[in-house]
């Protein structure tokens, strides 16, 4: 499996854009990146997925390196609910999004 | 719709007895993972079952073991407790697609160890 290296730790004022970067320098051609986030005292949730081109939903944008050697989530307002630890994930075309390997992540802290 | 739901919500045992933490998956689901997350660290896999097969076990002992149900639900057993075992366990499931899958986790079962 590819290896990832986030930030441990971000802040951003509430209502501003937040940039969440992850490195992936081993991954491969095939391998999909998937974002998912963990609120405090939750389960992990799912964010965003992508393979080559950016992709857009409606809680994030996710923009990746034209090498896909790094990506990053693009959070456009963050609001106090955004502060979670984000996870990069990559998933290989051929394997399966069920067993995900999760890194240390990124806690993000949201202030006003 | 009900999403993913598990129980108990917290247990607390002591070492050396035996742990069964049941999910249930959303309707339509037929693959089930567990993972277990100690504090302060991300969650680590543990099994995945699909249509009642296991389909995949991370580096966990024998003495986990897990098995899924006609219904999609799933039952992840512990045995012989170790403090260590202390953690969180979170059950996801999903329709089964793939690397495109979109995982949903339940809210996990606090698991304390004394």
Not at chain 1, 42 to 71: C, F, W
Not at chain 2, 38 to 64: A, H, M, S, T
């Amino acid at each position: 499996d590819a290896k990832t290296t986030q930030p441990n730790s971000m802040e951003s004022n509430e209502e501003e854009p937040v940039h969440l970067p992850c490195n992936h320098s081993t991954i491969s051609g095939t391998d999909y990146i998937h974002w998912y986030r963990q609120l405090p005292s939750q389960g992990p949730e799912y964010v965003i997925h992508g393979l080559t081109s950016n992709v857009n939903n409606r809680m994030a944008s996710l923009a990746i390196a034209e090498d896909r050697k790094s990506s990053t989530l693009i959070l456009h307002r963050a609001t106090l609910r955004d502060a979670a630890v984000y996870y990069c994930i990559p998933i290989p075309w051929t394997g399966t999004a069920s067993k995900l390997t999760f890194g240390t992540g990124t806690r993000l802290q949201v202030t006003l | 719709d009900a999403g993913v739901t598990q129980s108990p919500t917290h247990l607390i045992k002591t070492r050396g007895q035996h742990v069964t933490l049941r999910c249930s998956p959303i309707s339509g689901h037929k693959s089930v993972s567990w993972y277990q997350q100690v504090l302060g660290q991300g969650p680590q896999f543990i099994f995945q079952y699909y249509e009642k097969e296991e389909r995949g076990r991370g580096n966990f002992p024998d003495r986990f073991s897990a098995r899924q149900f006609p219904n999609y639900s799933s039952e992840l057993n512990v045995n012989a407790l170790l403090l260590g075992d202390s953690a969180l366990y979170l059950c996801a499931s999903s329709l089964g697609q793939g690397s495109t899958d979109t995982q949903y986790f339940g809210p996990g079962t606090r698991l304390t160890v004394l």
